[in-house]
């Protein structure tokens, strides 16, 4: 049940102390807290669509397509464990973030947390941390579709630019034309997403088990020759493990955008109910989606395939996914194009979510004045058109796909991408820690929340201390001296610097802001978990009663209506 239900529960604003007057301190100015229409956005997004986005929102390009670098350098056992591992990770952190989600479904999403239960100055750095990271995946994810298009039209042919400017062009308009309209979108390809994993999964386990045209059954075969682990670096048991401790940083890629779910709460109907649903389905979505999907993956192609993407220098082509290669290699010819276009399908709804989350990072720290005014400023809406036409003009360096090697810019982007990601996943296991310790020195015990991480703070402190590990150690290889490195030179200057520059900058935002604002953290007692709450209370009351009463009218529509029909309108 909400926290509405159990209001006579809940401790009174008069006996918790005020938050002090420095919680309005910014380096923009005053917040943009207060209800105003000109810089409020609307709650469009329903129910079925948050359930959809959750359970297909973030497979684009990290499970499609990079899986395949991964596969080809460390083999088919370390991506089961590196994958099930940052699984772990991931479901962690999307507890962490449904709990405050659930609690106090803010416009301003990470941002206003970190700002009210721990910090002004990691709210700060969270927000402008969280917006790079997605004004960089979304050319990235444009990228990504040349890479893909080049298997029915060669570079040499039509200059990649044309479609990353048709990609483009369209998620900016999806973007423009509202929430329910992106909404609706989202959900449809979400849907579609969903469906071709789906048979993916089936069609794998069927070719696994010798079903395909050259009916061989490979069942563990590639385990055992060439190997289910891959040396690298080294030999024996360190160079298996250094291939294992590689493959981190593209597991980590792949589940990049799961917390797409905690920046809808801002435009969610009835966001206390419909959050944690989206959180439980997260975890289904990593056993089946992912971790299965590897597993398959890595029993159908081996690593040492020639035509693996990244595997060798050969063109991309049908191999930029590992399963587009599994179906070529079990005699299947017709399906590959189908399936490309399926990808080039998860591409488009991948950047089209990335703009969207830049759009509403932006937006979030200019309400909490940590930003320029103008980016809080919303259209008769509900959108922040001001946030979107910056992040899209920044999402125009994906035209650097023009000038240089695709599969080398894409490297150079998920190395960006992935410190970037991982920064903010800390920022949120840190909050949270922060918040449970608020909620409960305020006296808000646990069976007044909506929802509660069911590991607790125990979960939080692991996958805590495993992201900043990963975090430290996830570019291990440039410190590596190879003979016959790609770049020629003992070093590896260049993915270093993508690799960590963002960790700097992180550190670098957080204490320049204490600098110049003087700000101090909040301690249990002062954190700010009742500004807004009534207000969302009252809404969630008003969409429930309204609720009720479109049940009441849809019982003449009989049974299947209501089971089958209602839930899509």
Same mark, same amino acid.
């Given at each position: 049940m909400g926290l509405m239900h159990r209001k006579n529960a809940e401790p009174k604003v008069d006996e918790l102390p005020s938050p002090p007057s420095s919680h309005e301190e910014s380096l923009f100015g005053a917040h943009h807290n207060v209800q105003d229409?000109?810089?409020? +956005?609307?709650?469009?997004? @329903?129910?079925?669509?948050?359930?959809?986005?959750?359970?297909?929102?973030?497979?684009?390009?990290?499970?499609?397509?990079?899986?395949?670098?991964?596969?080809?350098?460390?083999?088919? #056992?370390?991506?089961?464990?590196?994958?099930?591992? &940052?699984?772990?990770?991931?479901?962690?952190?999307?507890?962490? $973030?449904?709990?405050?989600?659930?609690?106090?479904?803010?416009?301003?999403?990470?941002?206003?947390?970190?700002?009210?239960?721990? %910090?002004?100055?990691?709210?700060?750095?969270?927000?402008?941390?969280?917006?790079?990271?997605?004004?960089?995946?979304?050319?990235?994810? #444009?990228?990504?579709?040349?890479?893909?298009?080049?298997?029915?039209?060669? @570079?040499?042919?039509?200059?990649?630019?044309?479609?990353?400017?048709?990609?483009?062009?369209?998620?900016v308009l999806i973007n423009y034309l509202g929430i329910r309209f992106f909404g609706e979108i989202e959900f449809w390809l979400s849907s579609i997403k969903v469906l071709t994993i789906c048979g993916l999964l089936i069609l794998s386990l069927i070719l696994v088990l010798g079903g395909g045209p050259d009916h061989d059954r490979k069942g563990f075969r590639y385990w055992k020759d060439p190997g289910s682990m891959k040396p690298l670096y080294g030999t024996g048991d360190k160079g298996r493990f250094l291939g294992l401790w590689?493959?981190? =940083?593209t597991a980590t890629f792949a589940y990049l955008g799961t917390e797409l779910v905690g920046v809808t709460v801002g435009e969610a109907q009835n966001p206390r109910r419909v959050i944690p649903r989206a959180i439980k389905l997260t975890f289904w979505r990593i056993v089946v989606?992912? &971790? $299965?999907?590897?597993? #398959?993956?890595?029993?159908?192609?081996?690593?040492?395939?020639?035509?693996?993407?990244?595997?060798?220098?050969?063109?991309?082509?049908?191999?930029?996914?590992?399963?587009?290669?599994?179906?070529?290699?079990?005699?299947?010819?017709?399906? *590959?194009?189908?399936?490309?276009?399926?990808? +080039?399908?998860?591409?488009?709804?991948?950047?089209?979510? %990335? !703009?969207? /989350?830049?759009? @509403?990072?932006?937006?979030?720290?200019?309400?909490?004045?940590?930003?320029?005014?103008?980016?809080?400023?919303? %259209?008769?809406?509900?959108i922040p058109i001001y946030a979107l036409g910056l992040s899209a003009t920044i999402a125009c360096i994906a035209f650097l796909n023009c000038a240089n090697d695709s599969k080398k810019v894409f490297g150079y982007f998920v190395n960006l991408v992935t410190i970037f990601g991982l920064l903010t996943w800390i920022s949120i296991l840190v909050t949270h820690i922060y918040f449970v310790k608020a909620r409960r020195a305020q006296g808000i015990e646990k069976h007044?929340?909506?929802?509660?991480? *069911?590991?607790?703070?125990?979960?939080?402190?692991?996958? +805590?201390?495993?992201?900043?590990?990963?975090? !430290?150690?996830?570019?291990? %290889?440039v410190f590596v001296h190879v003979k016959g490195r790609e770049t020629g030179v003992k070093f590896d200057y260049v993915n270093f610097i993508t690799g960590y520059?963002?960790?700097?900058?992180?550190?670098?935002?957080?204490?320049?802001?204490?600098?110049?604002?003087?700000?101090?953290?909040?301690?249990?007692?002062?954190?700010?978990?009742?500004?807004?709450?009534?207000? /969302?209370?009252?809404?969630?009351?008003?969409?429930?009663?309204?609720?009720?009463?479109? @049940?009441?009218?849809?019982?003449?529509?009989?049974?299947?209506?209501?089971?089958? =029909?209602?839930?899509? +309108?």
């Amino acid at each position: 049940m909400g926290l509405m239900h159990r209001k006579n529960a809940e401790p009174k604003v008069d006996e918790l102390p005020s938050p002090p007057s420095s919680h309005e301190e910014s380096l923009f100015g005053a917040h943009h807290n207060v209800q105003d229409p000109a810089t409020e +956005l609307h709650r469009g997004l @329903r129910s079925r669509q948050i359930t959809m986005i959750a359970i297909g929102g973030a497979i684009g390009t990290g499970l499609i397509i990079g899986t395949g670098s991964a596969l080809a350098k460390a083999g088919p #056992l370390s991506i089961l464990i590196s994958y099930s591992i &940052v699984g772990f990770i991931v479901y962690m952190v999307m507890c962490a $973030l449904g709990e405050m989600a659930a609690y106090l479904p803010i416009q301003s999403g990470f941002t206003g947390y970190a700002t009210r239960f721990c %910090d002004p100055a990691l709210g700060f750095s969270l927000g402008y941390t969280y917006w790079f990271k997605y004004i960089i995946v979304t050319p990235n994810q #444009l990228t990504a579709a040349a890479l893909v298009i080049q298997y029915w039209v060669p @570079r040499e042919h039509v200059n990649p630019g044309v479609f990353i400017a048709i990609f483009l062009v369209a998620i900016v308009l999806i973007n423009y034309l509202g929430i329910r309209f992106f909404g609706e979108i989202e959900f449809w390809l979400s849907s579609i997403k969903v469906l071709t994993i789906c048979g993916l999964l089936i069609l794998s386990l069927i070719l696994v088990l010798g079903g395909g045209p050259d009916h061989d059954r490979k069942g563990f075969r590639y385990w055992k020759d060439p190997g289910s682990m891959k040396p690298l670096y080294g030999t024996g048991d360190k160079g298996r493990f250094l291939g294992l401790w590689s493959t981190f =940083v593209t597991a980590t890629f792949a589940y990049l955008g799961t917390e797409l779910v905690g920046v809808t709460v801002g435009e969610a109907q009835n966001p206390r109910r419909v959050i944690p649903r989206a959180i439980k389905l997260t975890f289904w979505r990593i056993v089946v989606f992912y &971790v $299965l999907s590897v597993l #398959l993956i890595g029993m159908l192609v081996p690593y040492n395939s020639k035509a693996l993407s990244f595997a060798t220098k050969q063109s991309t082509g049908a191999s930029a996914s590992p399963f587009v290669v599994a179906m070529i290699e079990s005699g299947i010819h017709g399906l *590959p194009g189908f399936l490309n276009a399926c990808i +080039l399908i998860f591409v488009f709804s991948a950047a089209n979510s %990335d !703009l969207y /989350i830049a759009t @509403r990072t932006l937006y979030g720290l200019a309400k909490e004045g940590n930003s320029h005014s103008i980016f809080a400023r919303t %259209d008769k809406r509900g959108i922040p058109i001001y946030a979107l036409g910056l992040s899209a003009t920044i999402a125009c360096i994906a035209f650097l796909n023009c000038a240089n090697d695709s599969k080398k810019v894409f490297g150079y982007f998920v190395n960006l991408v992935t410190i970037f990601g991982l920064l903010t996943w800390i920022s949120i296991l840190v909050t949270h820690i922060y918040f449970v310790k608020a909620r409960r020195a305020q006296g808000i015990e646990k069976h007044q929340m909506a929802y509660t991480a *069911p590991f607790g703070l125990y979960g939080t402190y692991f996958a +805590l201390v495993f992201c900043i590990i990963i975090a !430290l150690f996830k570019n291990f %290889d440039v410190f590596v001296h190879v003979k016959g490195r790609e770049t020629g030179v003992k070093f590896d200057y260049v993915n270093f610097i993508t690799g960590y520059l963002g960790i700097p900058l992180y550190l670098g935002m957080i204490f320049g802001y204490k600098a110049m604002t003087k700000t101090k953290g909040w301690t249990p007692l002062t954190a700010d978990l009742l500004t807004g709450k009534d207000a /969302i209370d009252r809404e969630e009351e008003e969409f429930l009663a309204n609720k009720a009463a479109k @049940r009441d009218d849809s019982k003449k529509g009989g049974w299947f209506y209501r089971r089958f =029909v209602a839930w899509l +309108l």
